[in-house]
């Protein structure tokens, strides 16, 4: 059986994938004055995550209680980066088969007392945990886009604790996030699955031809008073990981419209992926740095 974690604000935490979102979940869990591990097999990748972080942890600590400034270190071997951890938190390309190898691998290698958790947007862990020795310790902690967004789904992989589940309810908390537990196993969680249906739709009606990503966007913005609208919020995703996630929710229901993955497929296969190209949606991004 699984314990909760011991003295966890000494020892570090770690994610594994500098992308999008393992970046800002790192810069999360650094606004408590501890370590944060930062695990990715690119160099380049791991390194602009820790800088990501170091950037924005002044300007996100006050707004945690009881913040102070931690560090963000980059480490490319994961089996020495979850060393000592009492969290690990898995952030990699939303592809199955690589959340089961990286999970087989932390079954052994975090700390036994570790909690194990996969910020997977449409994936549930018991995919991916099945057979594996210490899966009451392991979870699905989806985050959205922190630190603007600071909500987050808990949903157990089947076989997870009831310690566990309250711990991460009880102490996430303190890092300036606000979980939300789903009380059945549910593709999309919470929020996503409400979303999911909002940015299938938006897809569509561009794929059709009734509207532009702009015109969308703009209508969202003005009826709802957001900041922005459904493909400007694609575009901050990543329009790969949202392929992804629309391919996965096709393939659990083939009933579902076919336009929202041809028009971002379209997108993909020219290279526009949203802000980390520099164009999506829309083309309005700072263009990255080559080399």
């Known amino acids: 059986m699984s314990s909760v974690p011991q003295n966890h604000f000494d020892r570090p935490v770690a994610v594994i994938g500098g992308g999008t979102l393992g970046r800002r979940i790192a810069l999360m869990f650094a606004t408590r004055g501890g370590e944060v591990r930062i695990i990715d097999p690119n160099g380049e990748v791991g390194n602009a995550a820790v800088a990501f972080v170091e950037k924005n942890l002044p300007d996100v600590v006050p707004t945690v209680?009881?913040?102070k400034a931690g560090t963000a270190e980059y480490v490319p071997d994961q089996a020495i980066g979850v060393k000592g951890a009492w969290l690990v938190v898995e952030a990699v390309p939303e592809i199955l088969d690589l959340k089961k190898k990286v999970f087989a691998q932390l079954d052994t290698q975090a700390d036994p007392d570790a909690i194990v958790s996969s910020n997977s947007s449409s994936y549930a862990s018991r995919l991916f945990t099945e057979g594996l020795k210490t899966n009451d310790?392991?979870?699905?902690?989806?985050?959205?886009?922190?630190?603007?967004?600071?909500?987050?789904?808990?949903?157990?992989?089947?076989?997870?604790?009831?310690?566990?589940?309250?711990?991460?309810?009880?102490?996430?908390?303190?890092?300036?996030?606000h979980p939300y537990l789903v009380r059945k196993e549910s593709t999309g969680f919470i929020f996503n699955r409400i979303w999911a249906a909002i940015k299938r739709e938006s897809l569509e009606v561009v794929y059709?031809?009734?509207?532009?990503?702009?015109?969308?966007?703009?209508m969202f913005v003005q009826n709802f008073g957001t900041k922005a609208g459904p493909f400007r919020m694609m575009d901050q995703v990543g329009l790969d990981v949202v392929l992804d996630i629309e391919e996965h929710y096709e393939q659990e229901n083939p009933n579902l419209p076919k336009g929202p993955v041809k028009l971002l497929k379209?997108?993909?296969?020219?290279?526009?992926?949203?802000?980390k190209t520099g164009e999506g949606f829309y083309d309005d991004y700072p263009k990255p740095k080559k080399g």
Request: proline residues 6%.
């Open 208 to 218: 059709e031809g009734v509207s532009t990503p702009q015109d969308v966007d703009a």
């Open 137 to 177: 310790r392991m979870l699905n902690t989806h985050f959205y886009m922190p630190p603007q967004t600071t909500a987050l789904d808990v949903m157990s992989d089947g076989n997870t604790s009831k310690d566990v589940i309250d711990f991460v309810l009880k102490t996430f908390p303190d890092y300036g996030l």
């Open 65 to 67: 209680t009881n913040g």
């Open 266 to 275: 379209k997108y993909v296969d020219a290279g526009k992926l949203g802000v």
